[in-house]
């Protein structure tokens, strides 16, 4: 099969090149084991992954990781050469025996590399693998699970947020973050979001958030004291990190979370007694990260709540720009260039 491999460390526009690659196959795959790092070579004594489905790939979306693993910034190391993709929806063309009663039918999922999902067969498996149901468009199931049930995490596994909070994301109209501000309003907060530029700003808006502060036009820390006075902000939402995240805290009241869910804006270091003096509290958020069999129960929760909102009108997919495959590479750099919003979505 072809698929955007990768095989070196670079931008994506110069090590992802369209070639053919190994289809996945149950004899690649039982020679896999599956955690963070995605599929990867078993170690001794380590079993096989075992609940698993192949996909006919029907369209996929980007997403950041697509571009610090090409460049090699991203947390965890990804064995070489590898397709990119990390989610999709498609047709599942074979499956393990726990997971045959989804052949023939539409899926959305995580595709964990080296199969990713931007080539024309991917693999999914548990926990991450759903029937999509047929009210639900295939722009719109490409980019679900990852933002959907990220920001589900952050928001309420991790983030424990409730009714009558005040809380501030960051880099709102990310497609992570923008699932965020639809939960966090859901759930009956106040939204402040921080985004940059006006389609941005009113992005956010429409999606729940009661104040949008474009941060290319005015201090987004002094706009956020104007509007709610000084420590006042019970939770900050943060898949940026970096600068934006340190100048964010001393925005938060006392007791409050700030929890770090992702690193758009690159990782600095973040010195503990901050959080002693003022008696604030650090949440790290990673989706999958540590739970072992914990995760098929706390990923099932999420989907079903999530569906119950999608259902009810109370969060909808953020789908806002659907390419061509063959304009993945230049689509990446707009992404890691924050010039696109809400989730880009690619089709064969």
């Known amino acids: 099969m072809k698929g955007w491999v990768v095989r070196d460390k670079g931008l ?36 096989a992954v075992d609940h698993y489905a192949f996909v006919r790939v029907l369209a996929a979306a980007l997403a950041t990781p697509d571009h610090t693993m090409a460049t090699g910034h991203y947390p965890a190391p990804v064995v070489r050469p590898y397709i990119s993709g990390q989610e999709a929806v498609g047709i599942v063309e074979d499956a393990t025996p726990s997971l045959c009663h989804l052949i023939g039918k539409r899926v959305m999922g995580f595709t964990p590399q080296p199969f990713g999902s931007f080539a024309s067969h991917t693999v999914m498996a548990l926990p991450t ?33 409730q009714a009558g909070e005040t809380v501030l994301v960051l880099g709102a109209a990310g497609g992570v973050p923008s699932s965020a501000v639809q939960l966090c309003a859901a759930a ?20 729940g958030a ?41 925005l938060l009241r006392v007791e409050g979370r700030h929890l770090l869910c992702g690193h758009a804006g690159g990782l600095i270091p973040i010195h503990p007694t901050e959080f002693y003096v003022q008696n604030w509290t650090l949440v790290g ?18 989907h079903d709540d999530l569906m119950a909102l999608v259902a009810s009108g109370r969060y909808h997919a953020t789908t806002s720009r659907v390419i061509s495959f063959a304009e993945i590479p230049a689509a990446l750099e707009d992404l890691a260039d924050r010039k696109t919003f809400g989730r880009v979505v690619a089709k064969p």
């Open 12 to 47: 994506p526009r110069d090590v992802f090149r369209w070639e053919e690659f190994e289809q996945p196959s149950h004899a690649a795959l039982g020679r896999m084991a599956m955690d963070i790092e995605g599929l990867r070579p078993r170690r001794d004594g380590e079993p």
């Open 285 to 302: 958020v990673c989706m999958g990260s540590g739970y072992g069999p914990r995760l098929m129960e706390i990923e099932q929760k999420a």
């Open 210 to 250: 009661e104040l949008a502060i474009d941060s290319g036009q005015e201090d987004f820390v002094a706009a956020v004291k104007r509007a709610v006075g000084e420590n006042a902000i019970d939770v900050i939402v943060d898949f940026v990190q970096g600068e934006p995240g340190r100048l964010a805290r001393p």
């Open 129 to 161: 693998i759903w029937e999509v149901p047929a009210s639900m468009s295939d722009e719109d199931a490409a980019g679900f699970v990852i933002p959907a049930h990220t920001a589900y995490h952050a928001v309420h596994r991790r983030g424990r947020v």
């Open 188 to 207: 009956g907060c106040r939204v402040i979001a921080v985004a940059r530029g006006p389609e941005k700003v009113g992005f956010a808006r429409k999606l």
